[in-house]
């Protein structure tokens, strides 16, 4: 019997690619967050991520899963590393509409290099309803470059069985490695 | 007698393979590919033994029919091994038949009939000599699509959403197939899961086209897979944590599914 | 990157200067936004200023957090006591635009003096 009392599963991804949203879905509680205002004109965004965002689910019997989103610009990824360390998985979730989600998805896995290889992992693409291209097999294609065979699917965080169907597949894969 | 054609009516044009000197290998792998690939050709191929044709698959370097009594097919595809004299030109298949380079042929030809005005397939009269591998088919009713015999799978992608969502048990077999090639005892008894429900999943994946499938003669020497650990509710213990994280079971992750409300409709 | 306006630039780095001055004991001070964009750095941290600009506003972000939850407000400043020195960090409202100053000091400084100094700085920067 585990006798640990919490798990975390971690949001990361572009900045608009919806993880506090993601993390809103699921939590049992509202989620902390730590928007503040966007001075980047560039993110198109009023308000941005730079702390953390927290939620978590409780299992009964005093445990619970907690959810962290990182925040998403490159330079928090200090941030990354601290949060997903020990995380039972990662989702990552690009934004189809920016201008390069192939290299936005390439900057997390060499972020998360050293983690992927044992971590359960997933990857959601948001927006390709309006923007399919790349397209879901472009993204795949990269990562099987990577010699890696992630779960690649095509969600939309509002809504929440997209959500859960991307954990899903993340606890799917944290069951093969019992 | 293989035959790649489905079993649902199509309004699609017939063209027909006529096969000649095959091994029994090479006209299993062009069945199958035939069966796996039908999505991506646009035209519904049969695998002809005598008359009528529009492409020559060939496995020797001359067709078995009388000079001068063939109208030329679309096309002639001839299966050569690979150390063999002009192995690497163009119309040639090299062995072991290789699924993609198949397909791609196939397309070729059939941009060239689309571009062409329908015409009455070439007819090959009986053949003065008899062919060594092939023997005229019996008339066989409408094969069902099945699960090629014997074969393994992998994924080589995975499935889209809609073969994930309201599934209780598809990522789970996702999962294992995304690990190594199984066959359909080993994946059942790997992920508990009934076989129905695995070649179920199996012959959607194969119609969604991303499963790498290797047949029975193809199959390469592959680690015994790990046997599955006991799967009780809740009591199964944690056999090998991979990383530093915290102990992590079965009883552990149900509770997570049941807390989030992940339903499945079946 | 960052857009500020140019007044927020200037003013901040004559804080920054001023304090660098004023404060016995402090090596380095260093004026964010409230998103971890650094705007200004005086002295020498030891570290690159838009790293600890974007570090010290999650800090910030997250004692934010941490502070409305517990019923207690906003908070105006937070502190890393280490081994070496400290780190203090005032969360400022300037006209409408909200940035962190960070001031990275020795064992020597002491606490009060620099709350008082970054007080009278967000009040100065207010009133011009």
């Given at each position: 019997?585990?006798t640990?009392?919490h798990?975390?599963?971690?949001?990361?991804?572009?900045?608009?690619?919806?993880?506090?949203?993601?993390?809103?879905?699921l939590?049992d509680?509202?989620?902390?967050?730590t928007?503040?205002?966007?001075?980047?004109?560039s993110?198109?965004?009023?308000?941005?991520?730079?702390?953390?965002?927290?939620?978590?689910?409780?299992?009964?019997?005093?445990?619970?899963?907690?959810?962290?989103?990182?925040?998403?610009?490159?330079?928090?990824?200090?941030?990354?590393?601290?949060?997903?360390?020990?995380?039972?998985?990662?989702?990552?979730?690009?934004?189809?509409?920016?201008?390069n989600?192939?290299?936005?998805?390439?900057?997390?896995?060499?972020?998360?290099?050293?983690?992927?290889?044992?971590?359960?992992?997933?990857v959601?693409i948001?927006?390709?309803?309006?923007?399919?291209?790349?397209?879901?097999?472009?993204?795949?294609?990269?990562?099987?470059?990577?010699?890696?065979?992630?779960?690649?699917?095509a969600?939309?965080?509002?809504?929440?069985?997209?959500?859960?169907?991307?954990?899903?597949?993340?606890?799917?894969?944290?069951?093969?490695?019992? | 007698?293989?035959?790649?054609?489905?079993?649902?009516?199509?309004?699609?044009?017939?063209?027909?393979?006529?096969?000649?000197?095959?091994?029994d290998?090479?006209?299993?792998?062009?069945?199958?590919?035939?069966r796996?690939?039908?999505?991506r050709?646009?035209f519904?191929?049969?695998?002809?033994?005598?008359?009528e044709?529009d492409?020559?698959?060939?496995?020797?370097?001359?067709?078995?029919?009388?000079?001068?009594?063939?109208?030329?097919p679309?096309?002639?595809?001839?299966?050569?091994?690979?150390?063999a004299?002009g192995?690497?030109?163009?119309?040639?298949?090299v062995?072991?038949l290789?699924?993609?380079?198949?397909?791609?042929?196939?397309?070729?030809?059939?941009?060239?009939?689309?571009?062409?005005?329908?015409?009455?397939?070439?007819a090959?009269?009986?053949?003065?000599?008899?062919?060594?591998?092939?023997?005229?088919?019996?008339?066989?009713?409408?094969?069902?699509?099945?699960?090629?015999?014997?074969?393994?799978?992998?994924?080589r992608?995975?499935p889209?959403?809609?073969?994930?969502?309201?599934?209780?048990?598809h990522?789970?077999?996702?999962?294992?197939?995304?690990?190594?090639?199984?066959?359909l005892?080993?994946?059942?008894?790997?992920?508990?899961?009934?076989?129905?429900?695995?070649?179920?999943?199996?012959?959607?994946?194969?119609?969604?086209?991303?499963?790498?499938?290797?047949?029975a003669?193809?199959?390469?020497?592959?680690p015994?897979?790990?046997?599955?650990?006991?799967?009780?509710?809740?009591?199964?213990?944690?056999?090998?944590?991979?990383?530093?994280?915290?102990?992590?079971d079965?009883?552990?992750?149900?509770?997570?599914?049941?807390?989030?409300?992940?339903?499945?409709?079946? | 990157?960052?857009?500020v306006?140019?007044?927020?630039?200037?003013?901040?780095?004559?804080?920054?200067?001023?304090?660098?001055t004023?404060?016995?004991?402090?090596r380095?001070?260093?004026?964010a936004?409230?998103?971890?964009?650094?705007?200004?750095?005086?002295?020498?941290?030891?570290?690159?200023?838009?790293?600890?600009?974007?570090m010290?506003?999650?800090?910030?972000?997250l004692?934010?957090?941490?502070?409305?939850?517990?019923?207690?407000g906003?908070?105006?400043?937070?502190?890393?006591?280490?081994?070496?020195?400290?780190?203090?960090?005032?969360?400022?409202?300037?006209?409408?635009?909200?940035i962190?100053?960070?001031?990275?000091t020795?064992?020597t400084?002491?606490?009060?003096?620099?709350?008082?100094?970054?007080?009278?700085?967000?009040?100065?920067?207010?009133?011009?």
């Amino acid at each position: 019997m585990a006798t640990l009392n919490h798990l975390k599963i971690v949001f990361t991804g572009t900045p608009g690619a919806g993880k506090t949203t993601a993390i809103g879905a699921l939590s049992d509680t509202p989620p902390v967050v730590t928007d503040v205002r966007n001075t980047d004109a560039s993110l198109g965004k009023e308000n941005t991520t730079v702390g953390l965002d927290f939620g978590q689910v409780d299992l009964g019997d005093g445990q619970f899963v907690r959810l962290f989103g990182t925040p998403g610009q490159l330079r928090f990824e200090f941030m990354w590393q601290i949060i997903a360390t020990d995380a039972l998985g990662l989702v990552i979730l690009i934004d189809n509409s920016r201008p390069n989600p192939l290299d936005d998805l390439a900057i997390y896995l060499d972020a998360y290099k050293d983690l992927l290889p044992t971590m359960s992992c997933a990857v959601g693409i948001g927006r390709t309803i309006e923007c399919p291209l790349p397209t879901v097999d472009d993204f795949c294609d990269m990562l099987a470059a990577r010699g890696l065979l992630f779960p690649v699917l095509a969600v939309d965080v509002r809504k929440r069985e997209d959500v859960l169907t991307l954990v899903d597949t993340v606890l799917v894969q944290a069951e093969m490695r019992l | 007698m293989i035959s790649p054609s489905s079993t649902v009516p199509s309004d699609r044009r017939e063209l027909k393979l006529l096969v000649q000197n095959l091994t029994d290998a090479d006209l299993a792998k062009a069945a199958a590919f035939l069966r796996i690939g039908r999505e991506r050709l646009k035209f519904d191929w049969k695998i002809v033994y005598s008359g009528e044709l529009d492409v020559l698959m060939l496995g020797s370097d001359e067709a078995q029919t009388v000079r001068g009594m063939v109208d030329d097919p679309v096309a002639t595809l001839r299966v050569v091994d690979a150390h063999a004299a002009g192995a690497e030109t163009s119309s040639h298949l090299v062995r072991p038949l290789e699924y993609e380079r198949f397909i791609e042929m196939l397309s070729g030809v059939e941009r060239r009939v689309a571009a062409t005005p329908a015409a009455a397939p070439a007819a090959t009269p009986v053949s003065s000599k008899p062919s060594l591998n092939t023997t005229p088919p019996a008339p066989a009713p409408p094969p069902a699509v099945v699960l090629p015999p014997a074969a393994r799978f992998r994924l080589r992608r995975w499935p889209p959403l809609a073969l994930l969502q309201g599934y209780r048990y598809h990522p789970r077999l996702a999962s294992f197939l995304s690990a190594r090639h199984l066959d359909l005892d080993e994946l059942a008894r790997l992920s508990n899961v009934g076989k129905e429900e695995c070649q179920e999943f199996l012959l959607a994946l194969m119609k969604g086209e991303v499963l790498d499938v290797e047949l029975a003669g193809a199959r390469r020497p592959e680690p015994p897979p790990t046997p599955p650990p006991v799967s009780t509710a809740g009591t199964t213990s944690p056999r090998r944590p991979v990383s530093s994280s915290p102990a992590i079971d079965r009883g552990l992750l149900s509770k997570i599914r049941l807390s989030l409300g992940l339903t499945w409709r079946r | 990157m960052s857009s500020v306006p140019t007044f927020l630039s200037q003013q901040a780095r004559q804080v920054a200067q001023s304090l660098l001055t004023a404060i016995e004991g402090t090596r380095a001070v260093v004026v964010a936004t409230a998103d971890g964009f650094d705007l200004v750095q005086v002295g020498y941290s030891g570290v690159e200023a838009s790293r600890l600009a974007a570090m010290v506003s999650s800090f910030a972000a997250l004692g934010d957090a941490a502070s409305r939850e517990s019923g207690l407000g906003t908070p105006r400043c937070l502190v890393i006591d280490s081994t070496d020195g400290r780190l203090m960090v005032r969360c400022m409202q300037v006209r409408d635009h909200a940035i962190i100053v960070v001031v990275v000091t020795d064992k020597t400084a002491l606490l009060g003096l620099v709350w008082n100094h970054l007080a009278a700085a967000e009040k100065a920067m207010n009133a011009e």
